[in-house]
């Protein structure tokens, strides 16, 4: 069972993997993974770069691989990774960028973000897990320290130096950044990256600095952007967003007043929006202005301001 099953909780985010038992302390047991990965039982999830294997047309479904298929898949692959089980069954990444497998009559790989909100929540968390780690692998085929290769091991959750000098053990990173809703009174502060689809607006955002506490990096993140003083930073939740490879803690943050002045070097626009603005019949209709998607912890930081409090999660 994983660890936080039976634990109360609000409406968790999509990707959180609460519904997965990652079995980390089975990772150290050599055997026992190789047990699972041939047993008929286990499932493949098979990546290409960052895409994900999804059957299209009509609702949007995971595809996992097992028996035969699997054999051939994980048989050209250089590793595979253990995830961990769902209701008892074994569940392995496999990485097949650039190997010649025949995957194509069962789906397509897609961008995981392009179908998420429409998959099962477990099934989204199982592929933006397995998308994270065959990302990190990718990107860590050499030691930082010495430049030697390096080796899987642990079910593929540590790569280990081959330099019988050094042995540095890298494990898996996750960046933290830090999405914050700056609110006043009645109104909240929403901006416009220039890398955002046209017309729409959301939470402040970046990424959480060495040396930074969370709150600190709220605080600076805001004056940076958009030269707003905060005070009572406090911390809704939080969502695994590995895009490549971060998770976003989510915050409320009082703005000292409603002076603002929009550093354009980091954000196109912001404007203050008051509840009223953001109700439905009072957005504009022309696109010029929408909020983040339901499946994003900003917009659940939107709804949880505007009162709506399960808002835009899933539940499980
Ligand atoms: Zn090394």
Not at 18 to 25: L, T, Y
Request: net charge negative.
């Amino acid at each position: 069972m994983p660890p936080f099953a039976g634990m109360q909780q609000r409406p968790r985010n999509p990707y959180s993997s609460a519904e997965i038992d990652r079995a980390s302390h089975e990772r150290e047991n050599e055997e026992r993974m190789i047990e699972l990965a041939s047993s008929g039982a286990a499932r493949f999830v098979p990546i290409d770069t960052e895409k994900n294997l999804v059957k299209t047309g009509g609702n949007p479904e995971a595809v996992f691989l097992q028996g035969m298929m699997a054999r051939a898949v994980v048989n050209q692959a250089d590793h595979h990774i253990f995830l961990g089980y769902v209701e008892g069954t074994p569940y392995f990444a496999v990485d097949v960028t650039g190997k010649d497998v025949p995957l194509k009559e069962l789906g397509e790989f897609v961008d995981l973000r392009q179908v998420g909100a429409l998959l099962f929540a477990r099934e989204g968390s199982i592929l933006a897990y397995a998308r994270g780690m065959t990302y990190w692998h990718r990107r860590h085929r050499y030691c930082g320290v010495c430049g030697a290769s390096t080796t899987v091991t642990r079910g593929g959750h540590v790569r280990r130096c081959t330099n019988e000098s050094c042995k540095t053990e890298h494990f898996p990173r996750t960046d933290p950044a830090v999405i914050m809703l700056v609110h006043h009174g009645d109104k909240c502060l929403l901006g416009r990256s220039p890398h955002f689809p046209r017309g729409m607006h959301s939470t402040l955002a970046g990424f959480v600095e060495p040396g930074e506490s969370f709150e600190d990096a709220v605080a600076r993140e805001v004056y940076e952007e958009v030269r707003v003083h905060v005070k009572n930073v406090t911390y809704r939740s939080s969502q695994p967003w590995p895009f490549p490879a971060s998770v976003m803690i989510g915050f409320h943050a009082e703005a000292e007043s409603l002076d603002y002045d929009v550093n354009k070097s980091e954000l196109e626009a912001a404007r203050w929006m008051s509840r009223d603005d953001l109700k439905p019949e009072n957005l504009p209709k022309d696109g010029s202005f929408f909020m983040p998607r339901r499946d994003s912890i900003a917009r659940r930081l939107i709804e949880e301001w505007l009162g709506h409090e399960a808002g835009p999660s899933i539940s499980g």
